[in-house]
T-cell receptor, first 114, second 109 residues
Framework: EAGVTQFPSHSVIEKGQTVTLRCDPISGHDNLYWYRRVMGKEIKFLLHFVKESKQDESGMPNNRFLAERTGGTYSTLKVQPAELEDSGVYFC????????????FGPGTRLTVL | LAKTTQPISMDSYEGQEVNITCSHNNIATNDYITWYQQFPSQGPRFIIQGYKTKVTNEVASLFIPADRKSSTLSLPRVSLSDTAVYYCLVGDNNNDMRFGAGTRLTVKP
């Protein structure tokens, strides 16, 4: 069974540019989560989709971040315009609807904003 | 990328010491080992990180043998609030941090 995949693995952009990150969850997983690991080791919650609906987006830092999950399959996270403080590793995770406590994480996308 | 393997679940009782082992046979020289705790509907919370031998903080201890192909997270005297999923990660700050599938720890009264 394929795990959670994320694309790209690394992205380097300049301040003010736009970047779109993609996450493909495990097939059949209705829950999809986005997280961000910035300086240090803490991983911050961004938002949670159940199918195509945003269940919880309380962790989204500001309106420069836009997450979508059209059709309830893969999800995209767009940062526009990117700022220096957006640099970090963005993780995506998915879980079954009846097993929300155990999430399967993707390898992450490392975003560097110069 | 180092693949990690953890037990799927563990049960314990309040006051016991819990040890969760993670296997990472192809760990790279530059890789660190990091453990996270996750409660439902929350992001993973950093617990401890180590490179080799033993690391201890106010929350847990991390034991890493000389060959670094495994690591053991030790939680002393667990309480009900320690019921969570524990993830082992291997990687460094310049490469992908590969999460394991996590170990669901259930602490019973």
């Amino acid at each position: 069974e394929a795990g959670v995949t994320q694309f790209p693995s690394h992205s380097v952009i300049e301040k003010g540019q736009t970047v779109t990150l993609r996450c493909d969850p495990i097939s059949g997983h209705d829950n999809l989560y986005w997280y961000r690991r910035v300086m240090g080791k803490e991983i911050k919650f961004l938002l949670h989709f159940v199918k195509e609906s945003k269940q919880d987006e309380s962790g989204m830092p500001n309106n420069r971040f836009l997450a979508e999950r059209t059709g309830g399959t893969y999800s995209t996270l767009k940062v526009q315009p990117a700022e220096l403080e957006d640099s970090g590793v963005y993780f995506c995770a998915s879980s079954q609807v009846e097993r929300t406590d155990t999430q399967y994480f993707g390898p992450g996308t490392r975003l560097t904003v110069l | 990328l180092a693949k990690t393997t953890q037990p799927i679940s563990m049960d314990s009782y309040e006051g016991q010491e819990v040890n969760i082992t993670c296997s990472h046979n192809n760990i790279a020289t530059n890789d660190y080992i990091t453990w996270y705790q996750q409660f439902p509907s929350q992001g993973p919370r950093f617990i401890i990180q180590g490179y080799k031998t033993k690391v201890t903080n106010e929350v847990a201890s991390l034991f890493i043998p000389a060959d670094r192909k495994s690591s053991t997270l030790s939680l002393p005297r667990v309480s009900l609030s320690d019921t969570a999923v524990y993830y082992c990660l291997v990687g460094d700050n310049n490469n992908d941090m590969r999460f394991g599938a996590g170990t669901r720890l259930t602490v019973k009264p």
